[in-house]
């Protein structure tokens, strides 16, 4: 850690202000400089860190707890955004693509156990249509499934804005068809079967909320799939509208 401090600033000259700025600047650096490391090692690690937030207890959280009663809080809502997918395609290499995710479903409650702890659930479809070249695989997709995760609140601005973070699976039926190469002219070379996969992933996520009025909540969210198999890995960013039943 010194030596990585003496490469990249010399502290001892900065005055001030500016010295503690510096040596926060070149710590953050650090760390982000070893987490890129230990994230191209694996993608699993990335991941299980952030799930052991989850689990991480606070004082506020009990607090919290104390002081309100464990009333059940459930929510449906509707959602879209776009997604930057990539395909693990047996038969070769595919284009990466965002695409837009027009039909998401969610369905959202607290845990009364713990009232910092909530599920969140969505049933969801996607498709999307990746070019084909003359080594990507073109290929149409249609995709839907149900994804469910346990979140927690770990982030209270105020009492009409919270911070949760989630971890969870997604299972999804996907079908690839019109799957196909082309030449440098655009013509087709070569067409593959379609295919047709029940498939499953892990997932994190993170969410912005907002109250805009007693019974409706705007929603943020983040997320990120592993695919476990030949799926789809994919980030995506939805805005979420909540109503509360």
């Known amino acids: 850690m010194e030596d990585y401090l003496k490469n990249n ?4 000259s900065v005055p001030g202000i500016k010295k503690y700025k510096v040596k926060n600047k070149v710590l953050t650096n650090f760390l982000l400089n070893r987490i890129q490391k230990w994230c191209v090692t694996t993608n699993l690690l990335l991941p299980a860190i952030l799930v052991g937030i989850l689990f991480i207890p606070t004082d506020h959280a009990y607090a919290e707890a104390i002081g309100m009663s464990a009333i059940a809080t459930p929510h449906i809502g509707y959602a879209a955004g776009v997604a930057y997918v990539n395909v693990d395609d047996p038969d070769g290499p595919t284009d990466r693509a965002w695409i837009f995710k027009p039909f998401t479903l969610v369905y959202t409650d607290k845990i009364t156990t713990g009232i910092n702890y909530r599920y969140w659930a969505e049933l ?3 498709e999307t ?3 084909a070249s003359t080594t990507n695989v073109g290929q149409f997709i249609k995709q839907y499934g149900i994804r469910l995760s346990m979140q927690r609140k770990i982030w209270k601005i ?6 949760w973070f989630g971890a969870g699976f997604d299972i999804a039926n996907t079908k ?4 196909h190469l082309v030449d440098s002219d655009g013509f087709l070379t070569t067409r593959f079967d379609d295919r047709k996969e029940l498939e499953f992933g892990a997932l994190i996520n993170i969410n ?9 909540v705007f929603s943020a969210k ?3 799939v592993f695919a476990t198999g030949n799926g789809i890995d994919s980030l995506s960013f939805s805005a979420v509208f909540l109503y509360r039943l």
């Open 158 to 163: 105020s009492d009409d804005w919270h911070t």
């Open 208 to 216: 912005g909320e907002i109250s805009l009025a007693r019974n409706v």
């Open 124 to 126: 969801y479809y996607q």
């Open 222 to 224: 983040a997320e990120q």
């Open 9 to 12: 600033t010399n502290i001892g």
């Open 176 to 179: 690839y068809e019109d799957r």
């Open 129 to 131: 249509t990746l070019d």
